[in-house]
Nanobody
Framework: QVQLVESGGGLVQAGGSLRLSCAAS????????MGWFRRAPGKEREFVGG????????YYADSVKGRFTISRDNAKNTVYLQMNSLKSEDTAVYYC?????????????????WGKGTLVTVSS
């Protein structure tokens, strides 16, 4: 059974930082591109960023480029999202995503497995 378990969410002031983690189990991690999506209150789920399976190439939404960084540790079956210079508009539930055979430019329709999400609240 595949499980993606996010952690690291919480309340932070604008301008602050958080690091989210996603621990994967029940799958061959290195075969999956990994990504992060988010859903803000009253909005649709949107792509935040992704990382390739092997060469760790990353791709980001324009709204987070230069502030967020995705990395992965294939030995620990874990993907990370480092979030800096947080803004109130980054408030959302953040979801980890796994795309078998995919790439950093993943779309929600191509995701094979989802985590349950972790809430990030940025106070202004």
């Amino acid at each position: 059974q595949v499980q993606l378990v996010e952690s690291g969410g919480g309340l932070v002031q604008a301008g602050g930082s958080l690091r989210l983690s996603c621990a994967a189990s029940g799958l061959i991690f290195r075969f999956y591109a990994m990504g992060w999506f988010r859903r803000a209150p009253g909005k649709e789920r949107e792509f935040v960023g992704g990382i390739n399976r092997s060469d760790s190439t990353t791709y980001y939404a324009d709204s987070v480029k230069g502030r967020f960084t995705i990395s992965r540790d294939n030995a620990k079956n874990t993907v990370y999202l480092q979030m800096n210079s947080l803004k109130s508009e980054d408030t959302a539930v953040y979801y980890c995503a796994a795309d078998f055979g995919g790439s950093a430019t993943m779309t929600s329709s191509g995701v094979d497995h989802w985590g349950k999400g972790t809430l990030v609240t940025v106070s202004s």
